[in-house]
């Protein structure tokens, strides 16, 4: 049994507490199951309380694990976590200065002004805050304009063109430019971005100018309001065409996926150990058993880190999974046809769902996958013409944000109510002037 101990840091109470189930571990122990939990309601400041977790092995006794890990997403309180402190069972309540309302941010680009806007939208009223202008240049396709948010809301981040600067941004209602960082050469197709959990590290990844062979990688390290950038050599990887990029909820992994990588023109999955110099730690292509990569695009992370799904965006359409057992990484099952086209994956906080577009020209459609058995269990349909492009989950679970690569005249976004992880009738569309990109994950 591991006691953990969590102390509310924070100059005010909090509430609604949740402590998420199962956790990870590396090592011997093969199931977790919570005990003893006294940190329910609400915990005053410097307040503490606690909750246990039984950890069994194989043979069904309890035994301590070699190793153990937890994710930042351990607890949570309100727009609070739960992290780790220098000493492993003692948790404190890191807290931000940020809006309690989450907001969801959208690269839109306006036709004719070589402006990329990154609009804030309040998740509660579903209003526009304040837009602001990025250099963008329109001969740039709209949809290389990705956003991420770090985990704790404070930053968001967006890149700039031609100069292939990434832009970092405060969050909240009006963002404002806080910092502009040169990578020095800019990823022209299809670039992605991603935080750590800790936000201390983004990573930045495409493929300069469409060149197969060229793709990069940046690391771009923050201490104390430094930035520093870095090109690892990934164990010598050599990516052609990076789809996307995802980072273990503990933050010690980076998982990839290449187009075309891994000596397999289908392309290939790759897990780098962020704390050993980015070494290789596995690579997947169609020669290992039961893998069925078909161009490799975005990834999603189960909140245990046991189980990566990988989109295909070419035929056979479908979803790969991969399971990872104490750092062992397999091709598990290969769901078959539940999307086409995949645009934009997102999990929930509690890892019971999974939401994905299908941006297929016949089927513009919200699929939702039950991740305990990895089947579909209903799909929600878009207005007729809308291509959809980015999904994002509010942290409670209530709505599902979807932006959209080709739009109306105004409407570009659009939100469905959620009920038990199921879409409630047709989605409320918000609108704005000119054909958005993507989304940003939302402030936790």
């Given at each position: 049994m591991v006691t953990y101990n969590v102390t509310n840091n924070a100059n005010t109470s909090l509430s609604n507490l949740v402590v998420q189930q199962p956790i990870s571990t590396t090592g011997k122990s093969s199931l977790i199951s919570l005990q003893a939990n006294t940190c329910t309601g609400t915990l005053a400041a410097g307040g503490k309380c606690s909750f246990q977790l039984l950890i069994k092995g194989a043979n069904n006794s309890e035994q301590q694990p070699s190793s153990f890990t937890i994710s930042p997403e351990i607890c949570s309180f309100n727009s609070s976590l739960c992290i780790g402190t220098t000493t492993l069972n003692n948790l404190t309540v890191q807290t931000y200065s940020i809006s309690a309302t989450p907001f969801a941010y959208l690269g839109v680009l306006y036709s004719g002004s070589n402006k990329n806007n990154l609009v804030p939208i309040n998740s509660a009223s579903l209003l526009l805050g304040t837009p602001t202008s990025v250099a963008y240049d329109w001969t740039i396709p709209h949809e290389d304009s990705p956003v991420a948010v770090s985990m704790d809301g404070s930053r968001v981040y967006t890149l700039e063109a031609p100069s292939g600067n990434l832009i970092v941004l405060s969050s909240g209602s009006a963002p404002q430019i806080l910092d502009t960082i040169a990578l020095g050469l800019f990823p022209l197709l299809h670039p992605s971005i991603v935080v750590s959990p800790d936000g201390n590290t983004i990573y930045v990844a495409g493929t300069?100018?469409?060149?197969?062979?060229?793709?990069?990688?940046?690391?771009?390290?923050?201490?104390?309001?430094?930035?520093?950038?870095?090109?690892?050599?990934?164990?010598?990887?050599?990516?052609?065409?990076?789809?996307?990029?995802?980072?273990?909820?503990?933050?010690?992994?980076?998982?990839?996926?290449?187009?075309?990588?891994?000596?397999?023109?289908?392309?290939?999955?790759?897990?780098?150990?962020?704390?050993?110099?980015?070494?290789?730690?596995?690579?997947?292509?169609?020669?290992?058993?039961?893998?069925?990569?078909?161009?490799?695009?975005?990834?999603?992370?189960?909140?245990?880190?046991?189980?990566?799904?990988?989109?295909?965006?070419?035929?056979?359409?479908?979803?790969?999974?991969?399971?990872?057992?104490?750092?062992?990484?397999?091709?598990?099952?290969?769901?078959?046809?539940?999307?086409?086209?995949?645009?934009?994956?997102?999990?929930?906080?509690?890892?019971?769902?999974?939401?994905t577009a299908s941006n297929n020209v016949a089927n513009h459609k919200i699929y939702v996958i039950d991740t305990q058995n990895n089947s579909a269990l209903t799909s929600a349909t878009l207005p007729s013409g809308i291509y959809p492009f980015g999904v994002a989950v509010t942290p409670d679970g209530s709505q599902l944000f979807v932006s959209t690569n080709i739009g109306s005249s105004t409407t570009n976004a659009y939100v469905f109510s959620l009920s038990n992880g199921l879409p409630n009738g047709n989605p409320t569309g918000i609108n704005m002037t000119g054909p958005q990109s993507t989304i940003g994950q939302f402030i936790n």
């Amino acid at each position: 049994m591991v006691t953990y101990n969590v102390t509310n840091n924070a100059n005010t109470s909090l509430s609604n507490l949740v402590v998420q189930q199962p956790i990870s571990t590396t090592g011997k122990s093969s199931l977790i199951s919570l005990q003893a939990n006294t940190c329910t309601g609400t915990l005053a400041a410097g307040g503490k309380c606690s909750f246990q977790l039984l950890i069994k092995g194989a043979n069904n006794s309890e035994q301590q694990p070699s190793s153990f890990t937890i994710s930042p997403e351990i607890c949570s309180f309100n727009s609070s976590l739960c992290i780790g402190t220098t000493t492993l069972n003692n948790l404190t309540v890191q807290t931000y200065s940020i809006s309690a309302t989450p907001f969801a941010y959208l690269g839109v680009l306006y036709s004719g002004s070589n402006k990329n806007n990154l609009v804030p939208i309040n998740s509660a009223s579903l209003l526009l805050g304040t837009p602001t202008s990025v250099a963008y240049d329109w001969t740039i396709p709209h949809e290389d304009s990705p956003v991420a948010v770090s985990m704790d809301g404070s930053r968001v981040y967006t890149l700039e063109a031609p100069s292939g600067n990434l832009i970092v941004l405060s969050s909240g209602s009006a963002p404002q430019i806080l910092d502009t960082i040169a990578l020095g050469l800019f990823p022209l197709l299809h670039p992605s971005i991603v935080v750590s959990p800790d936000g201390n590290t983004i990573y930045v990844a495409g493929t300069y100018n469409g060149i197969l062979g060229y793709s990069k990688i940046y690391v771009v390290s923050y201490n104390q309001g430094t930035y520093t950038v870095s090109t690892p050599s990934f164990d010598d990887t050599s990516f052609i065409y990076v789809g996307g990029m995802a980072v273990s909820p503990d933050g010690k992994t980076l998982y990839v996926s290449d187009y075309w990588g891994g000596n397999d023109i289908r392309g290939a999955f790759y897990a780098f150990d962020i704390h050993n110099n980015y070494s290789r730690l596995v690579t997947l292509n169609n020669n290992n058993a039961g893998c069925n990569f078909h161009l490799p695009n975005q990834l999603a992370v189960m909140p245990d880190n046991q189980t990566i799904y990988v989109d295909a965006q070419a035929s056979p359409q479908g979803m790969q999974v991969i399971s990872n057992d104490h750092g062992v990484y397999t091709c598990s099952h290969y769901l078959s046809y539940i999307t086409d086209q995949t645009n934009g994956m997102t999990i929930t906080p509690d890892g019971k769902y999974l939401y994905t577009a299908s941006n297929n020209v016949a089927n513009h459609k919200i699929y939702v996958i039950d991740t305990q058995n990895n089947s579909a269990l209903t799909s929600a349909t878009l207005p007729s013409g809308i291509y959809p492009f980015g999904v994002a989950v509010t942290p409670d679970g209530s709505q599902l944000f979807v932006s959209t690569n080709i739009g109306s005249s105004t409407t570009n976004a659009y939100v469905f109510s959620l009920s038990n992880g199921l879409p409630n009738g047709n989605p409320t569309g918000i609108n704005m002037t000119g054909p958005q990109s993507t989304i940003g994950q939302f402030i936790n």
